[in-house]
Structures are given as C-alpha cells and as structure tokens.
Nanobody
C-alpha cells in the first residue's frame, strides 16, 4: 500500500513557476515508477510526465516538454514537478500516481493516486 500526498499548488500568473511535491508513504518508494497527471474541467486526465523508480528514465508530454521537469528524491520518498513558463492551458488539478511499470501513460497503469492539488494560471 502506498499513500501519496500532493502539495505546492496555487494561483500563479502566466509566465511564472511552481513546484509541486508528492510525498509517499512506505519503504519501497524506489520500486515504483511515478507519474504526474492533470485534469482540466471537462477534459480527460492526462499524463504530463513520468519517471522510473531509480530516475534513469523520464518522459514529458509534448505540451510541457522543456517547461516541466520531474525529479525525484528516493531518500525523501518524494517526487516533484517543476513547472516553468506556465500558461493558462496548464490550469488543472494535478495528481501524482505510483505504478509498478514505467514507460506507460494510461491512468489504468497506475495503482495509487493522491487526491490532487489545484494549479490555476491567470493570464
């Protein structure tokens, strides 16, 4: 069982930055691939980035490539989403998720989810 708690969301002006954090419980954090997803009103939940258990492999969706990064600190059981050059299209609830497979972007491939944190970008 893994419990995930996101933090760091809020209101930011276009062009600004935010860093989301996702703290995980348990002693096997490094065995899980971690993903960040977002869901805007009326839209499906989409994967914006994932990172493998030891951090050697990463993925960033085209819509956030260059602007977002997904570092993780296994000693702290935490994964981050560093978001730069934010724009109004980035407004959404952001969720972190844990799964046993990496290289996947489907919601169904992740077994544990946080409750989400709201990110609102004002233009």
């Amino acid at each position: 069982q893994v419990q995930l708690v996101e933090s760091g969301g809020g209101l930011v002006q276009a062009g600004g930055s935010l860093r989301l954090s996702c703290a995980a419980s348990g002693r096997t954090f490094s065995s899980y691939a971690m993903g960040w997803f977002r869901q805007a009103p009326g839209k499906e939940r989409e994967c914006v980035a994932w990172i493998s258990g030891r951090g050697g492999d990463k993925y960033h969706a085209d819509s956030v490539k260059v602007r977002f990064t997904i570092p993780r600190d296994n000693a702290k059981n935490t994964v981050y989403l560093q978001m730069n050059s934010l724009n109004a299209e980035d407004t959404a609830v952001y969720y972190c998720a844990a799964g046993k497979r990496y290289g996947v972007v489907a919601v169904s491939d992740y077994h544990y989810w946080g409750k989400g944190t709201q990110v609102t970008v004002s233009s």
